[in-house]
């Protein structure tokens, strides 16, 4: 605390920004934690021959949120891997990425980074179909990169670590970026593969369909069974719930430290305020009970014994109100007794 008994700038900062994460993590707690009541809601829906009898008697022919589980199967073509044999799959993703290292000027070390060169994602039109056999009943998969967690395997992945010069080793070191090399990385939906999809289910005229659904609720096509992808979501609220409690106690640490300094230093300035109310008075009344050629000098006296007269000056306020041996025997840090200002140096006074 200042002397004038306000937070300092440092505690100002400090409370702000604690508030300021506190709100950002609540914020995202209460997002997360919507999501996984969302997810808890939806209705679980066989995938089966009643499948159609289900969606034709819900309003609408659609049930809003529904998660379905089944296997995965081209509608006609089917994308082929580029690097492993006999590898087919629905959805195709590659990806380059750069692998460098990257001086830091502020801390002096060379730190990893990474960044994506390029991407390209093929998808061909697919089916969730039920696992037994003998079913004759599919599920259309719409807009399945709209999804927030496509559940690709990686099935090829190779690192192609760069060449360098002594030259390119140079002038990397000036430059501050030595490139490590290139990952080379493809993922795919297989054939076959299980997914869980969680979306908004249609029946339109004889084909059904899982779209991503309205009202801003998420799109899931996972590789996980829905109580796995349940317990993750509800992992993650659970994350950012004790993220949220511990900042928020911090803020409410450092508001409280803020108000007890502020009331001991109001309590402080009280207590001096009723000392020096006293002092006035205790002073008034031997000013009156003493003879007139006494008052002079009780009105010299020093304001700590009231037996010595008053020998210095006080900067920088330029009080004038103790004797040299009370003003040594004031604690560090020496403040002035009158103001409370702390003393920065003291100028004896000479009486003539």
């Not at 750069?98 to 980074?113: A, G, I």
Request: hydrophobic residues 35%; charged residues 25%.
């Amino acid at each position: 605390m200042e002397s004038g008994g306000r937070p300092s700038l440092g505690q100002f900062i400090l409370l702000g920004t604690s508030s300021v994460v506190t709100a950002v993590l609540y914020s995202v707690y209460r997002q997360k934690a919507q999501v996984a009541q969302e997810l808890k809601g939806a209705k679980r829906i066989h995938l089966g021959e009643d499948l159609k009898n289900i969606l034709s008697e819900a309003p609408g022919k659609c049930v809003p949120y529904a998660v379905i589980e089944g296997a995965v199967r081209s509608v006609k073509e089917t994308l082929n891997s580029q690097f492993v044999e006999n590898c087919k799959g629905v959805i195709q993703r590659l990806t380059l990425q750069e692998h460098k290292m990257v001086w830091n000027r502020t801390t002096h070390l060379w730190n990893d980074c990474s960044k994506i060169i390029h991407q390209r994602t093929n998808t061909v039109p697919f089916n969730l179909v039920p696992h037994e056999d003998g079913v004759a009943v599919a599920v259309r998969v719409l807009k399945p990169l709209d999804s927030h967690d496509l559940g690709l395997e990686t099935v090829y992945e190779k690192f192609h670590p760069s060449v360098q010069s002594f030259t390119d080793v140079i002038g990397h070191y000036i430059s501050g970026e030595r490139p490590k090399g290139i990952q080379e990385t493809e993922e795919m939906l297989k054939v076959g593969a299980t997914l869980t999809g969680v979306g908004e289910l249609v029946l339109d005229s004889s084909s059904v369909r899982l779209q991503p659904p309205k009202q801003g609720m998420r799109y899931y096509l996972s590789s996980q069974d829905f109580d796995g992808l349940l317990q993750r979501q509800e992992a993650s609220v659970r994350l950012w719930k004790v993220l949220t409690l511990v900042f928020g106690f911090a803020s409410c640490a450092a508001l409280c430290f803020i108000l007890r300094k502020h009331y001991l230093q109001r309590q402080e300035r009280q207590r001096l305020r009723q000392m020096e109310k006293e002092f006035q008075e205790h002073e008034a009344r031997l000013l009156s009970g003493a003879k007139p050629e006494d008052r002079e000098s009780l009105k010299s006296a020093c304001v700590v014994c009231l037996s010595s007269f008053k020998s210095c000056v006080f900067l920088e306020c330029g009080h004038v109100c103790s004797c040299t041996e009370c003003y040594r025997a004031l604690p560090e840090p020496k403040r002035c007794p009158v103001c409370r200002q702390e003393i920065a140096r003291v100028i004896p006074l000479y009486n003539s």
